[in-house]
């Protein structure tokens, strides 16, 4: 058979367009504030503009919430505390929260096209991973509400008070049920700051929380910019920070709560390793390196960004990985064969660009998927870098983008301390057919994850956390209940 040109290879992976409905989705052109219960304007009056980074294009205008609005806030979540949340009964409390998945799984797909359209993350993974598992937390924290003696036996178990919680832009409402749902469970209340950039499904979260009938103020939803948090860091009523973004936004908060009874738990950036040793199954490791950097276009804090590929398979595992990237669909991110929506931001879009300038100046060698970007929203190519070391800004500094280094090794021991030499330590990724292997490495590599065989893997049974600058605290799981409660 004659050997297919570029063009037919490329025919092949050509799709009609599979653009999902967004004829049955319900929003305003104006949000306010979510606070105790009722929809507030904004104590300055002013608001922003959510845009579509897929379009550029506005989708609402959102109320910029100041330290007054969060002090009214605090105080109404301060006042369902008291009077009424960490009263009830365990069991009323969990069906409070049973109601809240169960509304969400009937507005799946609502949110899973809304959220898309406010982040840039393409339909395929909101619809089958974000809506699913932020419904998931829910279901899964509501079984905890009533048995918090048996989830901490022989511990008196007492909740804290008012948790302030700030979440990043990558996965909106998954933050927000990470963050909401044990909160609720352990019976405290909340006070949520969405992203500015992201605030959509959060005050979605909030129509289905006051759909559901939960009493007033026991979830509060502040919307605005960074000063907008920092207003709840600092607010002297709050007992528990919990935060996910930036390592740099992370230090300041800790720095903010030094010597205050203030619980905190980060959860901060990362530069994970994805190792593949030379027995892999290759067509397996390939496609969860791809899964693992350019899933959610690189915009995940436990992204697989630093590749390492043992030295006698590595020619062949970056052919392999050149080959499946030129197959990358990088599009409309309602296209339900998209596989590589927009960058969230304009903004994110200039930083990533900044490290791939930073790549090439290196002296590495980069590879980008030929693909024609779309005309407007922001958009990156698929990019991979080879020839770097250790000590290159690419491998060390979190680019938050579909960005990939390669590098490669000899020995086991060789890439245990590479992967172990960074400032970070949120995840890791193991390639081997050899289960020797996998647990030498697992139990050697500083990264509070460990996926073997696979990437990006997640359930609400399992806890989530990093080592060193990549934060403390766990979520999901018992551990995440555990950050909820007081034991004594
Ligand atoms: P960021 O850390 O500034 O934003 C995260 C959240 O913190 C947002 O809700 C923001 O409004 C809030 N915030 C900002 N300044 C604050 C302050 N002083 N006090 C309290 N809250 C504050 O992250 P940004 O600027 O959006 O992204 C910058 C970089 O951070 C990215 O390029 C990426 O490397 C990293 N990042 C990591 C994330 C993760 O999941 N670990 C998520 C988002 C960003
Ligand atoms: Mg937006």
Redesign the pocket.
Known sequence: MAKKTEKEIKNIWTYDPAPESSDHIQLKDKYDLYIDGKWVKPESGKYYDTSNPASTKKIASIAYGNDKDVDKAVRAARKAYKNVWSKMEPSERAKYIFRIARIMQERARELAVIECMDSGKVIREARDVDVPLACNHFFYYAGWADKLEYAFPNQKVESIGVAGQ??????PLLMAAWKIAPALAAGNTVVL?????TPLTALKLAEIIHEAGLPAGVVNVVT???????A??NHHDIDKIA????????K??QR?VAGTNKRVTL????KSANIILDDAPLDQAVEGIVNGIFFNQG???CAGSRLFVQENVADRVIQMLKARMETLVVGDPLDKNTDIGAINSK??LA?INKYIEIGKKEGADMYQSHINLPKSGYYCAPTLFTNMSQSSVIVKE???GPVLTIQTFRTIDEVIQKANNTEYGLAAGVWTSNGARIFNLTTKLKAGVVWANTYNRFDPVSPFGGYKESGFGREGGLHGLKSYVKLS
């Open positions: 700030i979440i990043p832009w990558n996965f700051k969405p992203a500015e950039t605005g910019f960074g000063d907008t948090g920092a709840i860091v935060f996910t973004g930036s390592t740099g936004v992370g300041l908060i903010a959860e901060l950036g990362g915009h995940v804090c903004e994110q930083t979190e680019i938050f």
